[in-house]
């Protein structure tokens, strides 16, 4: 899922504290799981923004909607009617959300309510660690499932680097050597050779090296 975390309220309030009327838009989807920007964290900003505005003196509305999500028209089609009202937005989804609310009402400002991270795993709670980058071209099969494009440090296709030691990253003793760990598991899985075959060089393109990417599917087109 995508990883984010709340915006510092100074930053928001910097953001929207000359608007009357503000409207916070939360996502009932990945921002929700990683408590950033679901329902509960879309209360919470209104209540700060509300005391902060009353200490000030400012009459200032603030209402509040969750959307299941913000990545797909037919969900910010929910909003249409009642967006009028307003005069400005705060998204709390992540970036895709924000950019996509943006686009589809162009002439409100739409501010972001939190930092997009990255895509990731919830490890525990209150704790979550990325795992891929989306580059678009998945090597996770001759990897033992393990990313090294998301997990090395120099997103390294043949390693480990001459960095690591004790099966430790150079960067930090705390951080496993990705290459470390696809080599413990490929020997888990008992497909050590696949190891000694050099990996060919990665066609960046497909990642964000090759500029803005698409997906067509035409056989869900409709």
């Known amino acids: 899922m995508i990883i984010a975390e709340k915006k510092p309220i100074e930053e928001v309030i910097e953001m929207v504290k000359d608007f009357r009327k503000i409207l916070i838009v939360g996502c009932n989807e990945c921002v929700t799981v990683c408590e950033a920007g679901g329902k509960r964290e879309v209360a ?3 209540s700060s923004l509300r005391m902060y505005f009353m200490n ?11 959307l299941e999500r913000q990545c797909d028209r037919e969900y910010l089609e929910e909003i249409r009617n009642r967006i009028e009202q307003y005069d400005v937005v ?4 992540c970036g895709v959300g924000v950019q996509f609310l943006a686009e ?5 400002p739409v501010y972001p309510g939190v930092n997009t991270c990255f895509m990731g795993v919830t490890e525990e709670r209150g704790v979550w660690s990325e795992r891929c980058q989306g580059c678009g071209q998945c090597i996770l099969g001759s990897t033992g499932g393990i990313c090294p494009i998301s997990r090395c440090a120099k997103r390294l296709l043949n390693g480990p680097c001459g960095g690591s030691t004790k099966g430790k990253c150079e960067i930090s003793k705390d951080l496993d050597c990705a290459w470390q760990l696809i080599i413990d598991r490929l020997k888990e899985l008992d497909r050590l050779d696949e190891y000694e075959q050099i990996a ?6 497909t ?16």
């Open 44 to 46: 919470v900003l209104a």
């Open 56 to 66: 000030q003196g400012k009459d200032t509305q603030i209402d509040e909607v969750t």
């Open 90 to 93: 705060i998204s709390l989804a």
């Open 104 to 108: 589809t009402y162009s002439r409100f």
């Open 200 to 205: 060919p060089i990665k066609d960046w393109s």
């Open 207 to 222: 990642e964000r090296a090759g500029g803005p990417r698409r997906v067509v599917r035409e056989d869900v087109r409709q």
